[in-house]
């Protein structure tokens, strides 16, 4: 079993929609979680980072984590095609990132 | 955001020469620097993590002496891939780890090699 689950997608809505976008984790010792967004052949840029548990918003995003269950989310608001990208959530407790798969997110005009 | 870079951000070499990239965070301090691999839609694959003026750690399977990195200050930390192969064409991407009390880590926009 992987570390961190998360599904690969490709995840299409139209513009406007509300995303959803999720990871499971089996490491009990995660304190630090992290959604990244990567467009093709560029380097992840960080969204939203969050230490423990709760719930974080900026702009149109809002990230989740429920550690009692062992699952993070990143919801997108207000979808829009720029928003088309991989989106890789990442954690760690004391030593380096772990990295879920990244999600294919394609939101269509 | 905290800002990184790296250089260049593509390269084409033949094979048996050996590349350098480099990869600086501009903005901030970096405790930490790490080195990545990506292959097509694949995820990130550690190489190796490195601290200012110690050796690099690498991970599993990574040849650290074809993968060389040199951590020399808090803001550059380079990755020099000797005798490269074809084999070793890949999308490079470092990253740089703030410290403090917003502990992260902010990539580079990556580096793509391509050995003939």
């Known amino acids: 079993q992987k570390e961190v689950e998360q599904d690969p997608g490709p995840l299409s809505v139209p513009e406007g929609a509300i995303v959803s976008l999720n990871c499971t984790y089996s490491n009990s010792a995660f304190q630090y979680f992290m959604w990244y967004r990567q467009y093709s052949r560029k380097g992840p840029e960080l969204l939203m980072y969050t230490y423990s548990s709760g719930n974080k918003e900026d702009g149109r995003f809002t990230a989740q984590v429920d550690k009692s269950s062992k699952y993070i989310s990143l919801f997108i608001r207000d979808s829009q095609p720029s928003d088309s990208a991989t989106y890789l959530c990442?954690?760690?407790?004391?030593?380096?990132?772990?990295f879920g798969t990244g999600t294919r997110l394609l939101v269509s005009p | 955001g905290a800002v990184v870079s790296q250089h260049p951000s593509w390269v084409i070499c033949k094979s048996g020469t050996s590349v350098k990239i480099e990869c600086r965070s501009l903005d901030f301090q970096a405790t930490t620097m790490f080195w990545y691999r990506q292959f097509p839609k694949q995820s990130l694959m550690l190489m190796a993590t490195?601290?200012?003026?110690?050796?690099?750690?690498?991970e599993q399977g990574v040849e650290k002496d074809k993968f060389l990195i040199n951590h020399a200050s808090l803001t550059l930390s380079t990755l020099t891939v000797t005798s490269a192969h074809p084999e070793d064409s890949s999308f490079y991407i470092c990253?740089?780890?703030?410290?403090?009390?917003?502990?992260?880590?902010?990539f580079g926009p990556g580096t793509r090699l391509t050995v003939l």
């Open positions: 490195s601290n200012e003026g110690s050796k690099a750690t690498y």
């Open positions: 990442a954690m760690r407790g004391f030593q380096k990132l772990v």
């Open positions: 990253s740089a780890r703030s410290g403090g009390l917003a502990d992260t880590q902010y």
